[in-house]
């Protein structure tokens, strides 16, 4: 048996589960992102605790290995970084990294990526 849902409800689910996980707008992304999963076949079930272990939200790329620390020492972004780098230019390197290691979702006011 299988439900339909909207965004609305896609968004209450979370906020009543884990209310601090994701941002409005990340979570709109995060459906949207989902939504065309769907498009390609792929069946999917809102559980929203397994979205939340699979996917985080972050403020910039550069948070991102912050959290994954331990991915610094792989990450080619990160130790290509000047000195001379502003801030912007080590977002778009890290973020460039990122995407060829795992799946990102970018909105307006931060970005999710998938757990790797």
Known sequence: MKT?????MFIDS??????????????RALFEYLEQLEETGEQMECDVIALCC???EYESAI???????EYKADCPAF??????????EREEKTREWLYDNTQVIEFDGGI???AF
């Open 112 to 114: 999710i990526i998938q």
């Open 54 to 56: 699979d996917f985080s």
């Open 4 to 8: 339909t849902i909207t965004e609305t």
């Open 79 to 88: 130790w290509s970084w000047n000195k001379e780098d502003s801030e912007e």
């Open 14 to 27: 979370f906020k009543a589960i884990r209310p601090d996980d994701f941002s409005y707008n990340g979570l």
């Open 63 to 69: 948070d991102v290995m912050n959290d994954y620390h």
